[in-house]
């Protein structure tokens, strides 16, 4: 699927493994990966027996977003036995297929779990269900109390949606208490992995008014994208924005605080920086959020007058080292003729100067872009980016 195509991840593809090789899985997917020319990006760990793993072709225009299960669990319920499963599986076209019976059982557990069912959700349940209906029926028989099957099969066999809407909000699926607890152990290592390894990240755009950060932004958000959702801050962590419109911020050098003010200015930021990132940001990369922001304290270091400060530069840096730094910069700029053409809020020396700045800012995570392109073309150079990196700390992580 083309990555421009939407700006979700399309629909996952359910594979059931045997044990032993849901065990080896890592090593399968990078023999699979080598031979068909894709990078690993990102994996959600759903449980001790499911994970999510999302691939993407080395020219950045496809991925496969694979969901592997070992033993199928729900909330509690665990759907039959692996090697059951695979004994009564059926070859088609050179693949391992699970009976229609089994499909249907699985798929309508994982829904009702999930509280309700789509139109498009349904048609698929009637597929399975019409394939063998005596099989579903005797299979659903073993996980839904006697007392609901009645409307259900009602429902299936009149394929009348509302009223299958209606069957199976009634039903209250019965849970084996070491599954329960199974599943309970499993949730908890898995937030405890995401804590030690999120899988979210933050990145910020830093650039001059003018070099279009907020069209860059909007363009990166239409393109398909490994994360669950994604969150914009203006700034600060202090709280997400549900604006890309670039404010403007006229540097106001005639206004400067005292020192004395600047100071007690710095040790909020400090303040303000570390604990806002601790409430509003980690726990938005722990629930895989692509995480914005739309300029940064680093701002005070290109343009101190902006924020009214007076006093040492080194202080700034000092605070700099001891706050938390998104995961990837990307520093747009261009020739300061160009910037002062799209936007002339700034005059050309003070766009020269931010300009400079911006530039020499270095390090490991720090991408300089010239956004003399357009904005297709440095979208792409910021999503190949993006890519590259997940890329990278998959390879670290496992």
Request: aromatic share 14%; glycine share 2%.
């Amino acid at each position: 699927m083309d990555f421009e195509d939407s700006n979700e991840l399309s629909s996952d593809n359910d594979l059931l493994l045997r044990k032993s090789d849901f065990c080896n899985i890592n090593n399968l997917i990078n023999l699979f990966c080598q031979e068909s020319n894709m990078s690993r990006i990102q994996e959600y760990r759903h449980s001790f027996f499911a994970t999510n793993i999302i691939l993407i072709s080395r020219d950045y225009k496809s991925f496969l977003n694979l969901d592997f299960y070992c033993d199928l669990y729900y909330n509690g319920i665990k759907f039959e036995n692996n090697e059951i499963l695979f004994r009564d599986s059926v070859d088609f076209r050179g693949r391992t297929n699970l009976l229609p019976k089994y499909d249907f059982a699985q798929y309508l557990i994982k829904k009702i779990n999930k509280g309700g069912l789509s139109k498009s959700s349904f048609e698929k349940v009637l597929r399975f269900y019409n394939l063998d209906i005596t099989g579903c029926q005797t299979v659903i028989k073993n996980y839904i109390p006697h007392n609901n099957l009645l409307n259900l099969f009602n429902s299936l066999d009149s394929q009348n949606f509302i009223k299958f809407q209606s069957s199976i909000l009634e039903i209250e699926l019965p849970k084996n208490k070491f599954s329960v607890k199974l599943f309970t152990i499993s949730n908890f290592f898995r937030f405890f992995s995401r804590i030690l390894n999120p899988t979210g990240l933050s990145i910020c755009f830093l650039g001059p008014d003018g070099s279009g950060k907020s069209s860059i932004i909007s363009n990166l958000l239409s393109k398909q994208l490994p994360f669950r959702r994604h969150d914009y801050f203006h700034l600060t962590p202090l709280k997400p924005s549900n604006s890309l419109v670039e404010k403007p911020n006229i540097p106001s050098r005639n206004n400067e605080y005292p020192f004395i003010i600047s100071f007690i200015k710095l040790i909020y930021y400090f303040f303000m920086y570390n604990i806002s990132w601790l409430i509003n940001i980690y726990p938005k990369k722990i629930q895989s959020s692509l995480v914005i922001f739309d300029r940064y304290y680093d701002d005070l270091l290109i343009d101190p007058a902006r924020f009214r400060y007076k006093g040492s530069v080194k202080i700034i840096q000092f605070v700099k080292r001891i706050i938390p730094s998104p995961d990837i910069y990307f520093i747009l700029t261009t020739s300061p003729d160009i910037i002062f053409k799209r936007k002339q809020e700034l005059s050309k020396k003070e766009i020269l100067y931010q300009v400079n700045k911006y530039q020499k800012m270095k390090n490991n995570n720090v991408i300089q872009i010239d956004v003399n392109k357009s904005i297709e073309d440095i979208t792409l150079k910021v999503y190949h980016e993006i890519i590259s990196y997940m890329s990278v700390r998959q390879k670290k992580e496992v």
